[in-house]
């Protein structure tokens, strides 16, 4: 991995053909930060997503109204509540994974934080010489959510959210997204946590360590190879 320098960014497209010129293949592995999650569970992805549209105006004014003041009382802020760009950066890393953009890394992992819980996501059928693709998401020291929120959180990661949420997306003309995607490895997890990333030429392992009120030290939940 390397970072370059680059020029001050004059324009969002500005900023657009760096990811993409530099996001490329041709590496062992590509590591993605972004402070908020790529992925999230996909039934709240579609729930933003749904809501995005509303708000914008897809079921009229009145209703778009309702929308808005939904989505800052929620804080649905995430890459699924902007689709453009989420469908812009799913398309990229698709072609990447795919070689369309030089040789496919092992694997492209996009790591976040900042929605107070860890998960990893992984998305699906890329085919058989594609590079693996995952979301790590770890908020390290999180204001700890209530039990209301945790279990909408578990809720959004239900078949039943998914496909209720999915179909109020549809109803608002929001497209498919181009990569399907599911949590692995367990989870969520609502603890003060520190994940790892190690790479080792072609192998990459995740591994999560959260805080116990029992005992001193860290407990490992996850450790998977990627």
């Known amino acids: 991995m390397q970072l370059e320098d680059c020029a001050p960014f004059t324009s969002d497209e500005d900023e657009w053909r760096w990811v993409e010129g530099t996001a490329v293949g041709g590496h062992d592995h590509l ?37 808005e003041k939904l989505r ?20 990229h890393v698709r072609d990447v994974a795919e070689g369309r953009h030089g040789d496919a890394p092992e ?16 998305v699906e059928s890329l085919g058989e010489r594609s590079s ?8 390290p020291f999180r204001n700890p959510l209530g039990k209301r ?8 990661g239900s078949r039943a959210s998914w496909l209720l949420n999915g179909a109020l997306a549809r109803a608002a003309q929001v497209p498919r997204a181009p990569i399907r995607w599911k949590r692995v490895g367990g989870g969520p997890w609502f603890d003060n946590q520190v994940v790892t990333l190690r790479f080792t030429g072609r192998r990459a392992t995740m591994r999560l360590e959260r ?7 860290l407990e490992c939940v996850l450790e998977r190879e990627l």
């Open 31 to 67: 590591l993605l930060g972004t402070s908020l999650p790529w992925l999230l569970e996909p039934g709240m992805h579609e729930l933003e997503a749904w809501n995005e549209a509303v708000a914008e105006g897809a079921w009229g004014r009145r209703i778009g109204r309702l929308g």
């Open 72 to 91: 800052q009382a929620l804080d649905l802020e995430h890459w699924a509540a902007f689709d453009a760009s989420f469908r812009r950066l799913a398309e």
């Open 107 to 122: 694997t492209i992992v996009a790591l976040s934080g900042d929605v107070h819980h860890a998960y990893l996501m992984e």
């Open 132 to 139: 693996r693709v995952y979301q790590a998401t770890c908020s």
């Open 149 to 156: 929120e945790r279990r909408a959180v578990r809720l959004a």
């Open 211 to 217: 805080t116990s009120p029992d005992k001193p030290g």
